[in-house]
């Protein structure tokens, strides 16, 4: 049985940071990709980071690139995400799960229907 789950969320004033963790059991990170996702209010989920197998190769969308870093540690099958310069429309439900994503579609599309509870971030102006 694979078990996700994610952590970190809280509030945040606009322009601060915030660190979220993602923790899976029962499947090995090793040899897959992974993504964190997120869904707003009235919004379908999205994706908005994705670190490759190796762990060398990132991508980000657009509306997070430059603010947010996604890492991620094999031996503890945890993921991260470092959230600088946050801005309300950050404001979201945020997931994570194994992903598949590359040079020529950034974007991570989850790999499987794994997902977990999800981690709330606030963030006011």
């Known amino acids: 049985q694979v078990t996700v789950v994610e952590s970190g969320g809280g509030s945040a004033q606009a322009g601060g940071s915030l660190t979220l963790s993602c923790t899976i059991s029962g499947l090995s990170f090793d040899g897959y990709a992974m993504g964190w996702f997120r869904q707003a209010p009235e919004k379908e989920r999205e994706g908005i980071a994705c670190?490759?197998?190796?762990?060398?190769?990132?991508f980000y969308a657009d509306s997070v690139k430059g603010r947010f870093t996604i890492s991620k540690d094999d031996a503890k099958n945890t993921l991260y995400l470092q959230m600088n310069s946050l801005k309300p429309e950050d404001t979201a439900m945020y997931y994570c799960?194994?992903?598949?994503?590359?040079?020529?579609?950034?974007?991570?599309?989850?790999?499987?229907?794994?997902w977990g509870q999800g981690t709330h971030v606030t963030v006011s102006s």
């Open positions: 670190i490759g197998r190796s762990g060398r190769s990132t």
């Open positions: 799960t194994f992903a598949s994503c590359g040079p020529g579609s950034p974007i991570p599309k989850s790999l499987f229907n794994y």
